[in-house]
């Protein structure tokens, strides 16, 4: 039912508008105690046995989690975990509030199942972000979702000022999220990815953790995101970077420039075999022990668990939500219990 409501009426709408229209539903429903509940016994019904992942304080209870880019402000978070999302992960947030790049800046491909993006970090900045969060958590509810944040450079801070300016939206959402995404891989802010160099990326990381254990008052879970067009030697570096610093891990991948649909980075099912690769890399590299989160071309059972098999100890998905409906989350991870 879905997939033809998505197709005879979704895919009339501009893009931007029918993401924050489902946004706000989403919201919405979430708000009605008795809906709430209704729809989170049904089609947002997951594993009774939570898991446990290494570095993370707490088990989640799904591997499957909310990519960053759906809730760039921390509107929805009760609704996303209603609809069977296992963790949340909230952003990109600067430190700065900024309106992200001029509009066109989200196009749908479904013949490919992908999404292609030139945002720009759109979002009402970390100290509102934060304030959302600390909301939240003020409710047992809100409390026992597992939430994350993803971090991003604001685009007025030149990237000589990125190291501070990291820190100081750590700062302001560190206290209220079970961990921390820095990410320095979106192509839709100028000169961002040269961050994934490790002597630019150091510093950044470094500054991040002390700003947010300080804020916190405890060690906060510190991952960095890469994208998939790294080159391999780099995304070793990378590797190398986070056991040296004893960061929990990587999310690999963020969207690809590797296209000629346009311009902004494309997400979806063709990233599939190249996220599956860098995560495949990745966990060669690192070994045990930090995480390695999944992120790029997962829609079906089938990819969910060749992402595992490739090394990925929780998955993230945006673009398969986007098509595949409400239900989707769920029932993906009910079919992955045990994994």
Do not use: C
């Not at 946004?23 to 009605?32: D, K, T």
């Not at 009760?78 to 990109?92: A, H, S, W």
């Not at 296209?259 to 690192?286: I, K, N, Q």
């Not at 045990?288 to 089938?302: C, H, K, Y």
């Amino acid at each position: 039912m879905y997939r033809l409501l998505f197709r005879t009426l979704a895919v009339r709408l501009d893009p931007e508008r029918a993401h924050h229209l489902a946004l706000a539903a989403i919201r919405g429903v979430a708000r009605v105690p008795g809906l709430a509940g209704l729809v989170r016994a049904t089609l947002g019904r997951r594993p009774a046995r939570p898991a446990a992942v290494g570095p993370l304080a707490r088990p989640v209870p799904g591997v499957l989690g909310l990519a960053a880019g759906m809730d760039k402000d921390a509107d929805a978070v009760l609704g996303m975990d209603m609809l069977g999302f296992g963790f949340v992960e909230v952003g990109t947030v600067t430190a700065r509030p900024q309106p992200g790049n001029d509009r066109p800046r989200l196009w749908r491909h479904v013949d490919l199942g992908a999404l292609r993006n030139r945002m720009g970090f759109n979002n009402r900045g970390a100290a509102a972000a934060g304030e959302q969060l600390r909301r939240l958590r003020r409710t047992r509810r809100g409390r026992s979702v597992v939430v994350g944040a993803n971090i991003g450079k604001s685009r007025a801070v030149p990237l000589a000022g990125a190291v501070a300016d990291y820190a100081a939206a750590a700062r302001a959402v560190a206290r209220w999220v079970d961990y921390l995404v820095v990410n320095v891989s979106s192509p839709n802010t100028p000169g961002l990815r040269d961050l994934q160099a490790v002597e630019q990326l150091r510093p950044i990381l470094t500054a991040v953790a002390e700003a947010a254990d300080d804020a916190a008052a405890r060690p906060v879970p510190l991952l960095v995101k890469i994208a998939p067009d790294l080159p391999g030697a780099e995304v070793d570096a990378v590797a190398d970077l986070v056991r040296e610093l004893g960061l929990a891990g990587v999310v690999a991948t963020n969207t690809t420039l590797e296209h000629d649909l346009g311009p902004g980075g494309l997400s979806g099912a063709p990233l599939r075999e190249r996220s599956r690769a860098v995560v495949r890399r990745l966990r060669d590299r690192l070994g045990p022990g930090p995480l390695v989160v999944g992120v790029g071309g997962i829609t079906t059972v089938a990819d969910a668990e060749a992402m595992l098999t490739a090394g990925a100890d929780l998955l993230q998905a945006y673009s398969a939500f986007v098509y595949e409906g409400p239900a989707w989350p769920g029932r993906l991870n009910r079919a992955l219990v045990g994994r």
